[in-house]
């Protein structure tokens, strides 16, 4: 069982549309970050969520954390093909620093 | 700008061979981290450290160990290679391990088991 539940697994829409992918958890984070991977490379950090219920904001995309830090969302407005990868929640347990573990990930296509 | 730097890039060993994946960063990152990643998994932890001369298991650390004797590298061994153990590798440091510095990934290491 992971510690992190992603969902949904894949995801694929046409450029243009909006998508919401979620992470989810029974243990309370410390932070959480969000990761994009495109094939061949390492993930890349797109943003770090630090406070319950923070909101922000990059470009088209938008993030949450729960205000119970347990969970946390990525949203994609108008999607573009440029958007295409696998999306990757991480975080560290309150009662486990150091230990940084992700989630299974959701790939998502975008087509033209 | 080197980054984190990952070699080899690509191994085919064959059952109970050993074999070392090189990871070395030039960032002066105190945290470094191993993962592996097979399909509908995400990364897995493996094992990591929180500076030169400590270590600590992750998630996944049976047939793995990992030695920090400079800030610089921190190697993963394979002590003998088993077909499970097929995987990309990847190789990552941040400035410190509370999860709210950026993790620096190298390209990984495509291992294959036969």
Redesign the interface.
């Known amino acids: 069982t992971q510690l992190l539940e992603q969902s949904p697994q894949f995801l694929s829409i046409q450029e243009g549309e909006n998508l919401t992918v979620y992470c989810n958890s029974s243990s309370v984070f410390s932070s959480l970050q969000w990761y994009r991977q495109e094939p061949g490379e390492g993930p890349v950090l797109l943003v770090t969520v630090v406070t319950g219920g923070e909101v922000k904001k990059l470009k088209r995309l938008t993030f949450q954390f729960g205000d119970a830090r347990k969970d946390s969302s990525l949203h994609i407005t108008a999607a573009q093909p440029g958007d295409t990868g696998l999306y990757l929640c991480a975080g560290v347990r309150t009662d486990s620093w150091g230990k940084l573990q992700f989630g299974a990930g959701t790939q998502v296509v975008v087509t033209p | 700008n080197a980054g984190?730097t990952q070699t080899p890039k690509f191994q085919v060993l064959k059952t109970g061979q050993s074999m070392t994946l090189q990871c070395a960063q030039d960032m002066n990152h105190e945290?470094m981290?191993w993962?592996r990643q097979d399909p509908?998994?995400?990364?897995?932890?493996i094992h990591?450290s929180?500076g030169a001369g400590i270590t600590?298991q992750?998630?996944v650390p049976n047939g793995y160990n990992v030695s920090r004797s400079t800030t610089e590298d921190f190697p993963l061994r394979l002590l003998s290679a088993a077909p499970s153990q097929t995987s990309v590798y990847?190789c990552?440091s941040?400035s410190q391990?509370?999860?709210?510095?950026?993790?620096h990934?190298?390209?990984?290491t495509r291992l294959s088991i036969l």
């Open positions: 984190v945290y981290s993962y509908g998994m995400g990364l897995r932890l990591y929180v600590d992750g998630e990847f990552a941040s391990g509370r999860g709210n510095q950026p993790q990934f190298g390209d990984g």
